[in-house]
């Protein structure tokens, strides 16, 4: 037998069809055993305690991104969290920051999807296809790695203090997507594509504190992408006043 | 209750149904449905590549599409109708490249060419890959290509039922899990990309959604289901968790080692050892674990796949994925340590009844991707080969369905698709005024019995068991009771709505593997061991009976050039 450990799971829960009753915590106590993530103890929770209970999971192995929400104040995917990673027995779970609440654990993603379909989150080609594949070296696929690696789960996005503050901004998700295309050796969107996000709305609207990094599940780096953003659009522009021609 | 409606309605949202979409849109109003955004659809799971005869390795530069199909139709031990499989594997390159060109970020090799790895059961290294993510990087560039092309998609919908009279598809009727509200929706045409049924298994790689619910609703419609009781087990699911352990990890070279430290691959596959087809290194490492050369451990009794050999670089490189799951959930960074697996149920070779055009035999209603059966898999699927299928087979889809509404059928009437959407009123009205039963509690007996009696090697005594207890399970479903009224991102009451369908899932595999009395590839028979030509080189065809009961009819398999002989590694 694995020994199990008594826990206590607070979750914040709402209903946005009610919104005359205001969030409240819920306790939950539940036995958990080592090895068992935050995501298996909500199913548990669901399951045999409180079938009204909403959150959003699929994978349960950190690919899909849909359980991102607030963990004792950390914001992470809960199938990639263990429960006993904590040094407490207090588990607080609320919903992800920056976007609405439907019920419990489920936010409303549409701000989030509207973002990432601004920056033309595809390969934009000009030159008509080969007939094999477009040819591209190891070192020139190995720039976009980490930001290919992004799962859109949000995680960047609720933990960004740029858009709790204005909605409006981009956010750390669309633009390390943007990066990724722009860094392909492949891609060949018209060169002031970037003026559509030259702005506060868009690069130069980060505060740099690296939240969005320190939330990333899987080690990407949005600040760096708005960082090269920023860095391509200085030269342009030098390039420009110095008339110097691509 | 008023309908929606569209000329095309396609159901799933992963890499079949959104392929279809991509190539209808532009001439018809589509719409895409799924129970989860689109970006969470299983398809995203897949790791280690696709299948494509490029002949980019310097180690396979006289691969063909041919030796493709050849190595495709051997490890499906001969049950695949060879013509879908040609079809599919002559298609390949072309699949590959187009999927390139729409932006999907391959590794390469030094010469700027698709990196392939080997694979199982291939004698070529023919696996086009993106590290350890190739799931990802192709459902990211399909939904990409979507956006691009304004595919319109009602996502977090949930389909309850088709709406078929006459023998002709209408639409469906769907549940709008964000407003909890019941929805009919007419359509000429509709698509199901549903996805297999990993979760009627309590071992399972599968996502959580995957509950195989669109081939439960196709056969509760009259549609036949093919092949059920071909169900593949992954040699290598993570101890515990069951996450999936890429076959690339053996592919880039990693071991099968027992507790006496021995490459047990030797005794059972000699010469292809590791990279032997899932359902051999599955049922050698069972019989390893079965015969007391596993390792304990409290979550159950392991084999280890050790990749340390491979060295630092190769694993960063190569599998990056597998080494932070590793890390994440079990706590083991393989570049130290080897990793604790055993195989699980990971997908479905069986499903929706279709031709090689994705046709149903019901006018309007096509099948893509893993919820349906060309087949193309027969009795055991190719590692590589289930990307490919439903890229292959969305496209097609798309072909079949234009071609389908070129012929100006009639209107979707939609008087049927109402029907079917008051049918979910009145369950759902059922299930909350429902009894004592909980869905989650039905779910795990079900899924315990089929793991422990239709699993990896199977007998007659057991899957006898296993008719009973889905009996029962379906008689006290009856009694299934939801918690809320309140419809709205109401989850318990969709795992209730879906748990009748894996009932019936469950239900004609069972039925399927009592009958099907020879061992064929993933279908191992301890009372009969052997394959049997003769009397089962034929599909199985479950059709659901007015009474309810599953008459089982056969099919032959449709054989070109490629003669069944006996199958060694």
Partial sequence: MIPAAAYTFKILRSDRKRPDERPRFQTYRVKVIPGLTVLAVLMRIRDEIDGTLSFRSSCRSAVCGSCAMVINGRIDLACRTQAASFGTNTIILEPLPNMEVIKDLVVDMTPFW??????????????????????????????????????????????CPVIARDPEYLGPAAMAKLERFILDSRDERPEDFLDTVNDEKGVWGCDTVLRCIEAC?????PTDSIVNLRKTLVKKKARRLLGIKK | ??????????????????????????????????KVHPIRSHSI????????????????????????????????????????????????????????HWGCPFSRFPDGSIAQRPFGGAGYPRTCYSTDLTGHVLLNTLYERAVMKGVRVYPEWYVTGLA???????GVAAFDLMNGEVVPIAAKATVFATGGYGRVYFYSTNALINTGSGIGIAYKAGVPLKDMEFVQFHP???????????????????????SRGERFMERYAPRAMELAPRDIVSRSIQTEINEGRGFDHPLGTYIKLDLTHLGEQKI???????????????????????????????????????NARTETGVPGFFAAGECACVSVHGGNRLGGNSLLETIVFGKTAAGAVDEYLSRRPGAAREEVVLTAARKTEEKMTALVAGGREKTFSLHGELARTMSMNVG???????????????????????????????RHMNYELMNAIELEFMIEVAHTITHGALLREESRGAHWRRDFPKRDDEKWLRHTIARMSGDGTCGISFRGVTITRYQPMERVY
Avoid at chain 2, 164 to 170: E, K, P
Wanted: hydrophobic share 35%.
């Fill in chain 1, 114 to 159: 509207r973002m990432y379909e601004k920056v033309k989150p595809y390969l934009i080609r000009q030159t008509a296809d080969p007939e094999k594949e477009i040819e591209q070296s190891e070192e020139e696929r190995s720039r976009i790695d980490q930001f290919v690696n992004c799962i859109l789960c949000a995680c960047c996005y609720g933990a």
């Fill in chain 1, 217 to 221: 599940p899987k080690d990407v780096r």
């Fill in chain 2, 1 to 34: 209750m008023t309908a929606l409606s569209h000329d095309v309605l396609i159901v799933g949202g992963g890499l079949a149904g959104l392929r279809a979409a991509v190539g209808l849109c532009d001439t018809y109003d589509v719409a895409l449905i799924s």
């Fill in chain 2, 45 to 100: 799971a897949a790791q280690g590549g696709i299948n494509a005869a490029l002949a980019n390795n310097p180690g396979g530069k006289d691969d063909t599409w041919e030796k493709h199909a050849f190595d495709t139709i051997k490890g499906s031990d001969y049950l695949a109708d060879q013509d879908a499989v040609e079809a599919m594997c002559r298609e390949a390159p072309g699949i590959v490249y187009e999927m390139e």
């Fill in chain 2, 164 to 170: 078929i009279d006459d023998g002709v598809c209408h």
């Fill in chain 2, 236 to 258: 290598t699911g993570l101890i515990g968790t069951n996450i999936l352990m890429t076959e690339a990890c053996r592919g880039e070279g990693g071991y099968l080692v027992n």
């Fill in chain 2, 316 to 354: 960063l490189a190569k599998l990056p994925g597998i080494r932070k799951i590793c890390i994440d959930f079990i706590g083991i960074d393989p570049i130290r340590e080897p990793i604790p697996i055993m195989p699980c149920q990971h997908y479905s070779m069986g499903g929706i009844d279709t």
């Fill in chain 2, 456 to 486: 990896i090697f199977r007998e007659r005594a057991e899957m006898e068991k296993a008719l009973e207890d889905i009996g029962r399970i379906r008689e006290r479903y009856r009694n299934v009771g939801v918690s809320s009224p309140a």
